[in-house]
């Protein structure tokens, strides 16, 4: 009952609401995960149709994957291929760079990097920076000549998890150091997974750092990193929260990229989609492929006899 009216509240608001000039991408950390087969990817989906079967539900995910090796130009190239034009990739920097070397001497790295993920062409969207623990603020002036030397052309989300940046002084001096490379904030909300009781959220609250959510977006894009809590229901209070601030940030025309991570993986996909859902509810926004794909077969329809 209570869910019913919430829809038919949110249709309400739907028919009066503004129109958004921003963009919504949503989807997950990964795209080929093993328990997702027969559930959320048709079944008998090959393995290398993932992507492609992926990308007809949601419109955006992390690549995780390049934080731990170099992807073949080939390669991304399929990735490309697979997705359509409207879906966006966002990669992450080598783990080489950002946490072996800490941004110091990776100019040549860095190069062949961005090279590479260019070969995705319109789909490219941010690429995220995400920093070890150990990178404190002290490394600041790193940090930035760092993101001086990057391309224009590029977006970059910088992702912070040393506790020392989420002080109001130093949050204040990375804003700036992020303004004036024309670079976002990573949107980090762990919330969900670290206040569940869930034994399945062990594993996010042992590996993911418990800082506060900043709920910024000073640039015209904003990655999101949801933590979701296993529990559906537990999540409900920061939907509350999340869906108003993505509105607000859309009708500012915003490009928004918002990210599930659920350590119940098997979950991430329908987090991203409850989301979107309810952002498309409340404003004009198209919906997920996703909701195309789960529409009944019309002409199968049409075929049914009437008696």
Known sequence: MAEKQRQKSASTSANAAPLVTGSLYAGCAIWAYDGWANNFFPAGTPKDARLEAYARRLSAVEINATFYAMPAVPVVKKWAEATPESFRFSPKFPKTITHTAQLVNVGAQTT?????????????????LQLPPAFAPAKLPLLQRYLDELPDDLEIAVEVRHPDWFTEENGRKLDA????????????DVRP????????????????PDVPLIPDAAQPFVIVRYISSPVLAENEAYFAEWIPRLIKWLGEGKRVYFYA??????????????????VAEATHLPPLPWEEVDKPDSSRAEQLPLF
């Open 112 to 128: 062949a990097f961005i090279g590479t993920m260019r070969v995705l062409g319109a789909r490219l969207g941010p690429l995220m």
């Open 193 to 208: 997974a670290h206040n569940s009781k869930a034994p399945e959220a062990i594993s996010a609250q042992e590996k993911k």
């Open 177 to 188: 150091a992020l303004a004036a490379t024309n670079a976002s904030r990573v949107v980090f």
């Open 261 to 278: 991570h659920c350590p119940l993986e098997e979950l991430s996909p329908t987090i991203a989609r409850i989301v979107h859902q309810r």
